[in-house]
């Protein structure tokens, strides 16, 4: 209590010394201070515009990361016709018995627009793998100092990294979903409901995503490792999901990881909103398992970012 | 008067350590430091490579956890009151942290957002740092475009956007070349006089600390071993030493010569007296005229001040630049710190 009146004093004193200085001189000294947004999330979206003001004004990289699941999609989607496999086979079957088979393995008779909603979920997570790289990144070249030696809440460093990633991957989808529809996916069930849902998705996934590789990059400095990291991730989530494959053909052991991976929630979700897909939860489970995945990992974050973002 | 201007600046430190320290793994970076610094002044941390000067920085700044000890700055608890402190003061670092993809005047507004600066105040107040630190040609380019003197000048800039009480700066001219030095130094002397700012800088070039500091610490392995003005520092290990040279043949008049008050020291070889003299411009005339009454020629006179470099070494048993000889050591020790620290 003693401690704090003087302070006050002191505070007050050089303010007012500054004022005086000001109407004494005023190219010499600095103009008073400004009142200051103390809320917790100010410097937020300066945060988030940063990063992404890299990526919006490099258009390679956005062309470049466009490119992989353009080539999954024209490679896998199109020369993995499972439709010709039956017809091919040299079974009598009609055109619709061949349809209800393959829309009872990929719940839509078209393969190529099952892998479409998997590329959804691929670009996301591709993206927000990167979202820790560029903490890494930060470290590396010395801004994440920068911005802890301000009083920027360190929650915001980590949300401001979040947000970049899931900006980007709500861009990148829509262009991908563009480029499906104009490479033939199935849009007889398209509502502007679906597509909004379908978005919706995305965020939840990549706010989950992207939180969970952020604190993972929290503590590091070491790109190469992070890269590892990724590797290490990324693949399992995306192969041990329904992206690919539907889970009805997979073994049960594999069943069994497919159903805990919130990738899978997620294309679950966007086949149903977008292909009228029968999917393996209702609407409403996958949406509840998704919300719970982004809120609870970005809590996660935010609580670790003020253990793990200064020593 | 010395210990009356004390008490009067005594008032009011501005920043308070008390037995601070810092342990990475085994190495002890920052083994128990305590020092005040007053409103108003440069102080500075003197010292080698790995001697525990940017740790100090760090702890007080909040970047760093201290293992131990307590410090007070602007008043503010770097513990318990952690973003008060990176409200009140500027942080201008060693290493060049600006965003190589932004415009050095988009870097200093990105700053300001972090300090919850709004942009009404935040653009005009840009615009005066890029010219106080001579950037604004350069303001809207790139920063991958700039040199090391500009980039240097730009977290400079940045350093003071928030208005800083008390600024820190690590290293300031560190890989510099001379003229950007010199360039530095102004703005440094300008924040003190002009703008009445506080400021602690760290650096490991004495003449660097000779020329700007009001008071200096000498830091080697982590502890203080000396505080003072270049000036004290100086004169605690012995006046100026002022060597006279006199026409041949001449008599031994080295007790008349230690007679006059200022002269504490007289040595004579051959024709040479080397004197050690307080305020040694004071008492060279005198000697020299004590010289002339007894009808003696001088032919030479030189005067020496005693260097920090002389001091330092008084201090801490080696040079400064010695300790550099030992890169090994110190690269592994610059190593680890930054390891530690990043």
């Keep these: 209590m003693d401690k704090t009146e003087p302070e006050k004093e002191t505070l007050s004193d050089s303010t007012e010394e500054k004022q005086k200085q000001a109407t004494e001189s005023k190219e010499k000294s600095f103009r008073t201070p400004p009142k200051v947004d103390r809320k917790p999330w100010h410097g937020l979206w300066a945060l988030t515009n940063r990063d992404l003001r890299k990526w919006y004004t490099n258009p390679i990289q956005l062309v470049v990361s466009l490119i992989q699941p353009i080539v999954w999609l024209g490679l896998f989607g199109k020369a993995l016709n499972f439709g010709s496999f039956i017809a091919g086979s040299g079974s009598q079957l009609s055109i619709a018995q061949q349809n209800a088979i393959l829309t009872s393995f990929f719940g839509t008779p078209s393969y190529f627009s099952f892998l479409a909603c998997g590329m959804l979920a691929f670009i996301v997570l591709f993206t927000s793998a990167f979202s820790g790289m560029s903490v890494v990144f930060d470290r590396r070249f010395g801004f994440m100092n920068k911005a802890l030696s301000t009083p920027v809440a360190r929650g915001s460093i980590v949300m401001g990294k979040i947000l970049q990633s899931v900006g980007r991957s709500l861009v990148q989808a829509a262009i991908i979903l563009v480029i499906a529809v104009l490479l033939g996916m199935e849009i007889t069930h398209f509502s502007i409901q679906g597509v909004a849902g379908t978005f919706v998705v995305i965020f939840l996934m990549g706010i989950g995503l992207s939180a969970l590789f952020t604190m993972l990059a929290l503590r590091s400095a070491d790109w190469q490792t992070q890269m590892a990291i990724i590797n290490l991730i990324n693949l399992p989530l995306l192969f041990a999901s329904n992206a690919l494959f539907p889970t009805k053909i997979m073994p049960p052991w594999l069943q069994d990881v497919v159903k805990v991976n919130p990738v899978s929630y997620a294309n679950d979700a966007t086949r149903q909103l977008l292909l009228g897909a029968t999917g393996m939860n209702s609407l409403w489970v996958d949406f509840a398992v998704l919300i719970g995945f982004a809120v609870i990992l970005s809590t996660v974050g935010i609580i670790l970012s003020w253990k793990l973002l200064s020593k | ?342």
């Design chain 2, 1 to 342: 008067m010395s210990a009356n201007t004390k008490e009067k600046t005594a008032a009011s430190p501005i920043v308070e350590v008390e037995k601070l320290s810092k342990i990475f793994g085994t190495l002890k970076a920052v083994d128990g430091i305590s020092f005040e610094i007053q409103e108003g002044e440069i102080f500075g941390l003197l010292g080698p490579n790995g001697a525990g000067k940017t740790t100090t920085i760090n702890m007080l700044t909040t970047l760093l956890r201290p293992t131990s000890g307590n410090a007070q700055v602007c008043g503010y608890n770097i513990f318990k009151q952690a973003n008060e402190v990176r409200r009140n003061v500027g942080v201008v670092p060693q290493e060049y942290t600006a965003d190589e993809d932004m415009t050095g005047k988009n870097n200093i507004l990105l700053c300001a957002d972090l300090y919850g600066i709004p942009r009404s105040d935040s653009k005009p107040h840009s615009e005066e740092l890029l010219k106080l630190v001579e950037l604004q040609d350069a303001a809207n380019k790139k920063v991958s475009t700039y040199s090391g003197g500009m980039r240097r000048r730009l977290e400079l800039a940045c350093g003071l956007i928030n208005y800083p009480k008390l600024l820190f700066l690590d290293e300031p001219t560190l890989g510099l070349d001379v003229q950007t030095r010199t360039a530095v130094w102004k703005y440094i002397k300008t924040l003190k006089e002009e703008y009445r700012m506080t400021l602690l800088m760290t650096t490991h070039y004495l003449e660097e600390a000779d020329s700007l500091c009001d008071r200096i610490a000498i830091i080697d392995h982590g502890h203080i071993i000396k505080i003072g003005s270049p000036e004290e520092l100086k004169n605690s290990i012995g006046g100026d030493v002022i060597v006279i040279e006199v026409k041949e043949p001449s008599p031994d008049i080295s007790s008349d010569i230690s007679q006059i008050k200022l002269v504490k020291d007289v040595k004579k070889n051959m024709n040479t007296y080397r004197i050690k003299a307080e305020l040694g411009e004071e008492a060279s005339p005198q000697i020299t005229d004590l010289i002339r009454t007894k009808g003696l020629h001088v032919t030479r006179v030189s005067l020496t001040k005693p260097t920090l470099d002389e001091a330092y070494l008084e201090f801490t048993g080696r040079s400064l630049r010695e300790e550099e000889v030992d890169k090994l050591t110190m690269f592994r020790q610059r190593v680890t710190m930054r390891r530690a620290r990043s």
